[in-house]
Nanobody, 116 residues
Framework: QVQLVESGGGLVQPGGSLRLSCAAS????????MGWYRRAPGKKRELVAS???????YYTDSVKGRFTISRDNADNTVSLQMNSLKPEDTAVYYC??????????WGQGTQVTVSS
């Protein structure tokens, strides 16, 4: 099993920045990829960004050029740097770890609110 603890959410004005972090513990050697999802009010949960152990990176179109995902294998964390935030980025953001066997584990979620 893998445990994930997220931090870094909050309230920010449009155009501002936030950095989300997610620390993994447990069976970390089984992790194949880590990523960030979000669920906005009234919408389905969507994949925002992900990064595999080999470095392959994915971003959903709406965040390209604004968000950057990074992983630190030394302390088993994944971060999401979010710049030029927009009101439509408001959502609960979830960290996810995907294991080699296909199992996935989720963090508890952290609220990001972009509002003036």
């Amino acid at each position: 099993q893998v445990q994930l603890v997220e931090s870094g959410g909050g309230l920010v004005q449009p155009g501002g920045s936030l950095r989300l972090s997610c620390a993994a513990s447990g069976s970390i050697f089984s992790i194949n990829a880590m990523g960030w999802y979000r669920r906005a009010p009234g919408k389905k949960r969507e994949l925002v960004a992900s990064k595999t152990n080999s470095g392959d990176t994915y971003y959903t179109d709406s965040v390209k050029g604004r968000f950057t995902i990074s992983r630190d294998n030394a302390d088993n964390t994944v971060s999401l740097q979010m710049n030029s935030l927009k009101p439509e980025d408001t959502a609960v953001y979830y960290c996810k770890a995907l294991l080699n066997g296909g199992n996935g584990y989720w963090g508890q979620g952290t609220q990001v609110t972009v509002s003036s």
